[in-house]
């Protein structure tokens, strides 16, 4: 007790470790990897031009508007709620898509590690009951599945530091898979390289999701800053290790986004042992609990925003214990639609393409976070900033415009054929299509939400002016 009044119980050390969940996606290690050996060049790039001022403008928004609705209350009040509801809509519908990815490579994981052939029917239910168990997890409190996170964590870090022992030890006993020289560690300006530099963006994203954890910390003020700062020190150490250790094992033009991690420890070790099988666990757990720590954040978003009438009415719908689930079962039935449709679209790695769209959405919906970054500064000078963005006008200008430059161009070369290669179109198309479609039903999704509360507005007012 405290002053009468509970201690809360979301330490600074449960926001690290939630940092190295939430933003530490071990499954896009691989992705990313397939760049080559110039993702040296890209991590260090992309950390400094686009990791460093998002975690400070991260830092500033999550410190100066605390409360649930994180990033898409700073969208609102910069741009209005119907920009609001179209980004709440892109950052909630990323992660029932993320949620079907990962489901069909936990039934992949699954199936390598205990040697099973399973047919199509098999490999549905699997990926069925990955969706539901997460669901059932993510609709509950914070407080109450921490452990999960903090045990996910080290459950990461000891997958990481494996790979990289193990990446160190082969590459001074027996050599490297890929080719280290300064001529190849620099950037390789090609469509194929630059298509997965989405990927690399994409794992430095979700600082904002400990920002909305603001109410169940003792002092959010100071443990914000303080867990994006060790947060991402941690993180970035970790991503440059694991990405060594798989450049070690695997050339890249072998590399699978799906089976990476799990082929490099087979190649590392040179077989399938009882050591690779407990990184199997540790990978499905891992995958889980990655989907359990989003919905944290993603669920409580949505919620909000359908409290403010930007999203219908579904997405607000409350447990007894004030938890967003109807938010989490639409994960569930969007993801599960898409896991059932899955053996009917026509790619060879749907991981990759479940896994491609979700990236999409989620990069689309940052990229109104530092335009209103840069709003709320100038229309809302007075406000107390605990934490404020260093530097002069000139500074907080390219602050705000390298990093939405850098998300827009990866978004192109992720989503949109470029060279005009069979092989290019057949892998990005379905990606564009399937954006676009996300695009316009989510403006659909916002005008008709909008809609909903302008009749609900013009009923109350009716009705009040009969009564006077």
């Known amino acids: 007790m405290e002053n009468g009044k509970p201690k809360k119980k ?10 190295v969940v939430v933003i530490m996606v071990v499954e896009s290690v691989a992705p990313a990897a ?26 500033e928004l999550g410190t100066t508007y605390v409360g649930e609705g994180g990033l898409y209350d700073w969208v609102k009040q910069a741009f209005g709620a119907r920009w609001g509801g179209r980004l709440a809509w892109l950052y909630w519908i990323n992660y029932p898509i993320w949620m079907s990815s990962l489901a069909v490579l936990f039934q992949q994981v699954l199936g390598t590690i205990a040697g099973w052939k399973m047919n199509t029917a098999t490999s549905m239910i699997i990926q069925l009951i990955f969706v539901w168990v997460v669901v059932i997890l993510g609709n509950q409190p914070v407080s109450e599945s921490k452990w999960i996170m903090n045990l996910a964590a080290f459950a990461k870090i000891f997958t990481i530091v494996a790979l990289a022992v193990l990446g160190i030890y082969v ?42 954890m603001a109410d169940d910390m003792d002092k959010p003020k100071k443990q914000i800053p303080q867990a994006i700062i060790y947060g991402g020190l941690l993180i970035a150490i970790l991503y440059l290790v694991s990405a060594f250790g798989m450049s070690v094992a695997v050339p890249t033009d072998k590399l699978s986004a799906s089976s ?12 399938m042992n009882w050591f690779v099988i407990l990184i199997g666990i540790f990978f499905l757990y891992i995958l889980a609990s990655e989907m359990v720590s989003w919905a944290l954040g993603i669920n409580y978003v949505a919620d909000y925003a359908a409290k403010d009438h930007v999203l219908p009415n579904i997405f607000g719908a409350e447990n007894k214990k004030g938890m967003p689930v109807g938010t989490g079962y639409l994960n569930g039935i969007v993801a599960s639609i898409l896991v059932v449709a899955a053996p009917f679209i026509p790619n060879q790695d749907i991981f990759w393409a479940f896994f491609s769209l979700n990236v999409v959405a989620l990069l689309l919906s940052y990229t109104m976070m530092f335009p209103a970054f840069l709003k709320l ?5 007075d406000t107390e900033r605990p934490f404020k963005v260093p530097g002069g006008p000139v500074m907080i200008q390219l602050m705000t415009w390298v990093p939405e430059i850098l998300l827009i161009a990866t978004v192109v070369f992720t989503a949109v054929p470029l060279n005009g290669s069979s092989e290019e179109i057949s892998g990005k198309m379905p990606i564009l299509i399937g954006t676009i479609v996300t695009l316009i039903i989510g403006e659909i999704v916002v005008r008709y939400a909008e809609h909903k509360n302008k009749v609900k507005t013009q009923n109350t007012q009716s009705k009040e002016s009969s009564l006077s």
């Open 377 to 381: 500064r100038k229309s809302d000078p």
């Open 34 to 59: 397939a760049i080559g050996t110039s993702q040296f060049f890209w991590w260090g790039f992309l950390l400094v031009l686009f990791f460093l001022p998002y975690g400070l403008i991260s830092s």
């Open 171 to 212: 590459a001074m006993t027996k050599g490297v898979a890929n080719d280290f020289s300064p001529k190849n560690l620099l950037p390789q300006m090609n469509v194929g390289s630059l298509s997965n530099l989405s990927v690399i963006i994409f794992n430095f994203l979700g600082f904002e999701v400990v920002a909305t």
């Open 10 to 19: 979301f330490r600074l050390f449960d926001a690290v470790l939630m940092s």
């Open 260 to 271: 990476g991690l799990l082929d490099s420890f087979i190649l590392l070790i040179g077989n």
